[in-house]
C-alpha cells in the first residue's frame, strides 16, 4: 500500500471509530470553546489504534500539545500513525512490529518535549521517566494510567516512596474497567483468536487463567461461541465466582491436560509455565490478553522445542521432541490488539472519555494533590455514565423525594 493510501485508510478508519465514540465527541465540543488543556505539554504512550486517535483529537480540541507513543510493539495500527502524523499534525513515533530499541526509542522521542502530563497505559512511559529521564520530572504536574497492569507497577512505586508525582487510576473508574475490561477484551480477545487461526470455538476445552474482570468477560464470550470454558484462577472468591458462573475451575495442571485453547488474562508472570506445557495436548493454541507478554513462559517453550516456524500470520508453531505441537498466537502478546483491533470504539469511548476528564482535572488540581495513585474521582465517572446512557438514548430511574427520605432514615422497619 502507498503512503497516501495507507493515509486515506487511516483517516477513513478513524472517522469509522469517531462515529462509535459520542461521549468523547461531547467533551470535545464543549473543550473547544472551553480550551482547558491550552499550552499543556502532554505525552501518552498508548495503542495506537483508530479510538486512540479520537482521544488525540479530542485533547488536541482541549488545546493540548501532544507527542504520541505506542504502549506495545505489536498494537500499532501503521494506517492510524500515518493519519496521525500526516493529517492530524499529531507527533506520533510508533511502527508495527518496533524491536526494542526503536520501541524505546520512540517512548524517549515523546519524553523529549517535556511533557507537563503523562498518559500511560502500562507505565512503561513513566517508568522511563523516573528511571532514565529524571531530569524531566521537574515539568510534571500528573500523570494517568489505562490499565490494571500499570495500575499495579504505580501502587508498587508508591508503596516504595518513589512515585514523583500524581497519577489518577483511570482503569479503577467504573466506566471503564466494568466494560473495557469485561465487555472489551471479552469480544476483542476471540476476535484476535479467531482471525489467527479461523479455529473453531463451539466445542473446543477453553481455558482461561485469571478471572478478574477481562477473564471474566473472555470466559462469557467464549461460552456464547459454544466453548466448553474452564477457568484457572488463584484468588478463592473469583474461583468459586467461576464455578456458580457456571464454568468448569481447575488448577493449571489439570486445565493443561484437558485445554484446546488457552488465554492468560492474570497480569503476572508465567501462568502457563513449563510443567504445564509438558503437558498439554498436542495442537493446543496458546494466547496471552495480559498486558504483558509474561504470563507465558516462552523461554522454557523455545528450549522445550526442537523446531519452530511461523505457520499462518501471528501464529507460530513449537514442535517438542514427542512430536507435539504447541501453537503460540502474536508472539504472546496481547492477542486482543495484536492479531485484532483492540476492544471496540463503543467501549473505548468511556475509557477514553475518562481520560480525557483525567487529564482536564489533573490540570485543575494538581499542585493540591501528593505524589500518590488517586482514583478518577467519582462524580467524573458517573458523568461517564450517564453521557454514554444519553448517547445511547437510554433513560435512567430518578428517585422520588419520598424514597431519598426512606434511605436516609433508620426509623422505619418491618411494618
Ligand atoms: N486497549 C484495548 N483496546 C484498545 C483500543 N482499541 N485502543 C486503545 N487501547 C486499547
Known amino acids: 500500500m502507498s503512503d497516501k493510501e495507507l493515509v486515506k485508510k487511516g483517516v477513513q478508519r478513524i472517522e469509522w471509530a469517531g462515529e462509535r465514540m459520542p461521549v468523547l465527541k461531547e467533551i470535545a465540543e464543549r473543550w473547544k470553546k472551553e480550551k482547558p488543556l491550552q499550552g ?128 489518577i487510576a483511570v482503569n479503577d473508574a467504573h466506566t471503564k474497567y466494568l466494560f473495557d475490561n469485561r465487555y472489551g477484551t471479552g469480544q476483542s480477545t476471540l476476535d484476535g483468536i479467531m482471525r489467527a487461526t479461523n479455529h473453531l470455538v463451539a466445542g473446543t476445552v477453553f481455558v482461561v487463567v485469571g478471572y478478574g474482570w477481562c477473564g471474566k468477560g473472555v470466559a462469557r ?66 494466547a496471552n490478553s495480559g498486558h504483558f507478554n509474561v504470563e507465558i513462559n516462552l523461554e522454557a517453550l523455545a528450549k522445550m522445542a526442537i523446531g519452530r516456524r511461523e505457520v499462518r500470520g501471528n501464529v507460530e508453531e513449537f514442535k517438542l521432541p514427542d512430536g507435539r505441537r504447541l501453537y503460540v498466537l502474536a508472539e504472546g502478546r496481547l492477542v486482543n490488539l495484536a492479531s485484532a483491533e483492540g476492544h471496540p470504539a463503543h467501549v473505548m469511548d468511556m475509557s477514553f472519555a475518562n481520560q480525557a476528564l483525567s487529564a482536564e482535572w489533573m490540570s485543575r488540581n494538581a499542585e493540591n494533590l501528593e505524589r500518590r495513585v488517586y482514583k478518577v474521582p467519582d462524580e467524573l465517572d458517573e458523568m461517564v455514565a450517564r453521557l454514554k446512557l444519553k448517547s445511547m438514548g437510554v433513560k435512567l430511574q430518578e428517585l422520588t423525594e419520598e424514597q431519598k427520605r426512606y434511605l436516609a432514615s433508620f426509623e422505619m422497619g418491618t411494618t
Not at 493540548?64 to 492510524?80: E, R, Y
Not at 473469583?238 to 488448577?251: H, I, S, T, Y
Not at 488457552?262 to 493454541?285: P, Q, S
Open 40 to 167: 499543556l505539554r502532554l505525552g501518552a504512550c498508548l495503542h495506537v489504534t483508530t479510538e486512540t486517535a479520537n482521544l488525540m483529537l479530542t485533547l488536541k480540541e482541549g488545546g493540548a500539545i501532544l507527542g504520541l507513543c505506542a504502549s506495545n510493539p505489536l498494537s500499532t495500527q501503521d494506517d492510524v500513525a500515518a493519519a496521525l502524523n500526516e493529517v492530524y499534525q499529531i507527533p506520533t513515533h510508533a511502527v508495527h512490529g518496533a524491536d526494542r530499541d526503536t520501541y524505546y526509542g520512540h517512548i524517549n522521542a515523546v519524553l523529549d518535549m517535556g511533557p507537563n502530563i503523562t498518559m500511560d497505559d502500562g507505565a512503561d512511559l513513566i517508568n522511563v521517566l523516573h528511571t532514565e529521564r529524571q531530569d524531566l520530572v521537574k515539568n510534571v504536574i500528573g500523570g494517568t494510567e489505562e490499565t490494571t497492569t500499570g495500575v499495579i507497577r504505580l501502587k508498587a512505586m508508591e508503596q516504595a516512596g518513589v512515585l514523583k508525582y500524581p497519577v
Open 221 to 286: 464470550r467464549a461460552a456464547g461461541l459454544g466453548a466448553n470454558v474452564a477457568v484457572v484462577e488463584v484468588d478463592p472468591f473469583k474461583q468459586l465466582e467461576a464455578v456458580m458462573d457456571g464454568f468448569r475451575a481447575m488448577d493449571m495442571k489439570q486445565a493443561a491436560e484437558v485445554g484446546e485453547i488457552f488465554v492468560t488474562v492474570t497480569g503476572d508472570i508465567n501462568a502457563i509455565d513449563a510443567e504445564h506445557l509438558a503437558l498439554m495436548k498436542d495442537g493446543a493454541i496458546l
